[in-house]
């Protein structure tokens, strides 16, 4: 693995922390992480992937870990989100990508999918739905909304950032532990976590992923399926995002193909990393350039 820092151009210019592993000409297939991780969030996935002969790229996305992270809510809305994805296609001298997202990433995903079909060979989202799916449910499933409460609190001007750090960051930890199954994330791994969460204006950054959300909802686009092959793999002891969201996601997809893992939880590419492995590469490979 080697790291390098690509620089995104645009309208929210910024320059994003890249791992890198694999052939140069292998396909292109990039990695996105969610909340609270960072790019060592797919460390079972990376030296797999570029085995099998990708080209593999996995950005600390903007406001994360080393890469830059702007001031501002309006930073880190979904549209800007997506064009980071676009410019690293670009940055790879490719014109489609493999695209990969968890949690957080997996909403980048989906949405980048819905917008830039073109620059999406196929997609893989792990245990997050279609976003105009999570929006329906979030704003009328009881249980949902229940699971939900976090983004409301996020909302908060410094009291989640205070609160986030505290305790040398416990409410994280705390997070990460209680929602996976014992042993996933071991003390080697939550110290390399804190360093990525202490990094100056990390937190906020992170957080303000989550106001922009609702603050800065993304632009309208003329058809929300996707058109492009899509995988989602969801581990049904999610606790913080129902099962029942799954299908009516897959529902939207023109190719799509739903595989349940019953006995992993949210965190599913730590749990299950051979299986999520496998189902990553059993796709065709793509043509790459």
């Keep these: 693995m080697t790291n390098t820092f690509v620089d995104i151009k645009g309208a929210s210019p910024v320059r994003l922390h890249v791992v890198q592993a694999g052939p140069d ?18 460390k079972n996935q990376i030296d797999t992937l570029a085995e099998a002969g990708y080209c593999v790229w996995v950005p600390d996305q903007r406001g994360y870990n080393l890469s830059e992270k702007p001031v501002g809510i309006d930073a880190y809305s979904l549209d800007t989100l997506v064009a980071d994805v676009i410019g ?5 001298g490719r ?9 957080w990433g997996a909403a980048v995903a989906w949405w980048t999918a819905v917008s830039h079909p073109e620059h999406v060979e196929r997609l893989v989202v792990l245990n997050v739905p279609h976003p105009i799916v999570m929006k329906k449910y979030a704003s ?8 939900s409460w976090y983004i409301g609190f996020f909302q908060l001007p410094w009291i ?10 416990s409410m994280f930890v705390r997070t990460l532990l209680s929602s996976s199954r014992p ?31 609702l603050r800065k909802p993304p632009a309208r686009r003329p058809s929300i399926r996707v058109t492009v092959p899509t995988l989602l793999i969801w581990g049904t002891r999610d606790k913080f995002l129902k099962r029942e969201m799954a299908q009516p996601s897959i529902d939207l997809c023109d190719n799509g193909r739903l595989v349940f893992l019953e006995n992993a939880s949210h965190w599913v590419q730590h749990e299950e990393a051979e299986r999520v492995n496998e189902l990553i590469i059993s796709g065709k490979l793509p043509s790459g350039k």
Excluded at 88 to 92: K, Y
Excluded at 95 to 103: P, S, T, W
Excluded at 160 to 169: F, I, K, M, R, Y
């Design 160 to 169: 989640p950032e205070t609160l986030s750090s505290a305790g040398n960051w």
């Design 140 to 147: 009328s499933n009881i249980g949902q909304m229940i699971r």
């Design 25 to 42: 000409d292998g396909p292109l297939i990039i990695l996105l992480h969610g909340f609270p991780e960072f790019w060592y969030g797919w």
């Design 95 to 103: 014109q489609k990508a493999v695209v990969v997202g968890h949690d």
């Design 183 to 213: 042993g996933t994330f071991r003390r080697a791994d939550l110290q390399q976590y804190k360093a990525a969460w202490s990094q100056p204006g990390a937190v906020m950054a992170m957080i303000n992923w989550y106001r922009a959300s």
């Design 88 to 92: 690293l296609i670009d940055a790879s």
